[in-house]
């Protein structure tokens, strides 16, 4: 089916990534349903606007009756207690994969995260079938998500196409961006080719066309996804992310980054 005569759901509409890929959605699908804990306001004539939380069955159904498919952004979006992000990120999109599987949605999109193998060395080249070394507890969250959508994919002939998100920026800013900077252009990209993708199941890595990226583009350019931005045209050629950390950063891998979320 073509985008343009499909019914899709966008949820965690007003998050960040949300709010620019609705804009470029509601002109490339037939119909968009956007869905957050509060309904995003000014839908415009092809979308219906939800209130939702993934954390209560009852209200996802409304979310996803009737679509083509789904996109899943609604998360927990950084480190935070583990309760936390097991409730929202894990127990929540197994409620919504519940509401798919019943209401008979065959497609879903999933954006996971880089975060999910952040503790691999910068000199690694990670693909698709690279092993999970999450950095953090968010990052172990994505991953058992990962698996979660994998379990449907088998069991259920749920389509899923895991997206891990680079660094979406409006411009790149911190040496790691340079490897790890998302485009908003090549953001848009990125999730059409995942909306698009026949693989009944893929893993890829929304990151733009960097130079200095320790992501494959190859997963990418297996369901269409072809980046044309490179962070090394704004930073300058010789900025990289530092050597002598993993490739989430010095930050993001630290202990402490962690430990305060559990105190």
């Known amino acids: 089916m073509k985008l343009s005569e499909s019914t899709w759901a966008l949820t965690g509409a007003d998050g960040s990534i949300g709010r620019v890929l609705r804009r470029h959605l509601r002109d490339r699908v037939q119909r968009l349903v956007v869905a957050d804990l509060q309904a995003p306001a000014d839908p415009a004539d092809n979308e219906v606007s939800l209130a939702f939380d993934v954390t209560d069955p009852a209200s996802i159904t409304p979310v996803v009756a009737g679509v083509d498919g789904v996109i899943h952004l609604a998360a927990v979006p950084d480190e935070a207690p583990y309760e936390a992000l097991l409730r929202v990120n894990a127990l929540g999109t197994h409620n919504l994969l519940e509401a798919m599987r019943t209401q008979g949605v065959r497609h879903l999109v999933y954006a ?48 899923v196409c895991n997206l891990r998100i680079g660094s979406f920026k409006a411009a790149p800013v911190v040496p790691r961006d340079a490897a790890t900077w998302l485009s908003p252009g090549d953001m848009t990209r990125a999730f059409e080719a995942a909306m698009t993708a026949e693989q009944p199941f893929s893993v890829f890595y929304g990151v733009s066309a960097n130079r200095h990226r320790f992501w494959s583009l190859e997963p990418g350019h297996a369901v269409g996804y072809t980046p044309l931005d490179d962070a090394s045209d704004i930073l300058g050629a010789d900025v990289q992310p530092s050597p002598h950390a993993p490739q989430a950063g010095a930050e993001f891998s630290s202990q402490e980054f962690t430990l305060r979320s559990m105190r």
């Open 112 to 159: 996971s995260s880089n975060r999910a193998t952040g503790f691999h060395p910068v000199d690694a080249m990670l693909d698709d079938q690279s092993t999970i070394r999450p950095d953090g507890l968010y990052g172990a969250s994505k991953a058992a998500v990962e698996a979660l959508t994998r379990l449907y994919a088998d069991k259920f002939g749920l389509r």
